[in-house]
């Protein structure tokens, strides 16, 4: 059974920094691309952030330059940092797992991020 599970967020004031973590179970790590989408209350769900088994990162024009993503193998967990934290960064995050070959998607059952003072 695949478990995809998130911890770490929380509220914090505007600047301030936030670090998700989505511990994995069930998958081959190493198989998977994994990352994180986030949904705003009355907004589609958009990619935040990915990061392939060979360390290639794909990032949100929004987030570029305040958030990074990584991911470790050992412990079959992947990590969100959020720097430099704004407003418009309130939402739901979602950890995600797609298989490199077979496309198959698996989400976390999501973490609320709130920015606010």
């Known amino acids: 059974q695949v478990q995809l599970v998130e911890s770490g967020g929380g509220l914090v004031q505007p600047g301030g920094s936030l670090r998700l973590s989505c511990a994995a179970s069930g998958i081959i790590f190493s198989a998977h691309v994994m990352g994180w989408y986030r949904q705003a209350p009355g907004k589609q769900r958009e990619l935040v952030a990915t990061m392939t088994n060979g360390g290639l990162t794909n990032f949100a024009d929004s987030v570029k330059g305040r958030f990074t993503v990584s991911r470790d193998s050992a412990k079959n967990t992947v990590y969100l940092q959020m720097n430099s934290l704004k407003p418009e960064d309130t939402a739901v995050y979602y950890c995600?797992?797609?298989?490199?070959?077979?496309?198959?998607?698996?989400w976390g059952q999501g973490t609320q991020v709130t920015v606010s003072s």
């Open positions: 995600y797992a797609q298989h490199t070959y077979y496309k198959y998607d698996y």
